[in-house]
């Protein structure tokens, strides 16, 4: 089974919102260190796909950290084949937004 979310952000402030919402969309056990580390060590593990929108319109404290937040989403994908990931600046198109498994 995939597990998928959709990460507007544009929606959140600070990195602990940011690793808060990819711990209860992906279901991350109660263990996870909501850090950048902890990320990697999770995504190379399962079947997961996450897609990133509205970079270009987060907030300021996410700005700087983005950049290396894609950068361990890139390491995570070529150590696991079955995890993807997508960036977009503006609004993930709609055909993408598959959220039925996050109601």
């Known amino acids: 089974m995939s597990e998928k979310a959709i990460i507007d952000l544009s929606k959140i402030t600070t990195r602990a919102d940011l690793h808060r919402l990819l711990k209860g969309m992906l279901l991350f056990p109660d263990h996870y260190g909501n850090n950048l580390d902890a990320l990697h060590d999770i ?10 929108s509205n970079t270009a319109n987060c907030s300021d404290e996410l700005k700087d950290y983005i950049p ?10 070529r150590e696991n084949n079955e995890f993807f990931y997508e ?9 993408d937004a598959d959220t039925s498994t996050f109601d």
């Open 68 to 77: 290396r937040l894609i950068r361990v989403f890139s390491d995570c994908a």
């Open 87 to 95: 960036v977009h600046e503006g609004d993930a198109p709609l055909e």
């Open 43 to 52: 995504l190379t593990t399962r079947h997961r796909v996450i897609i990133l």
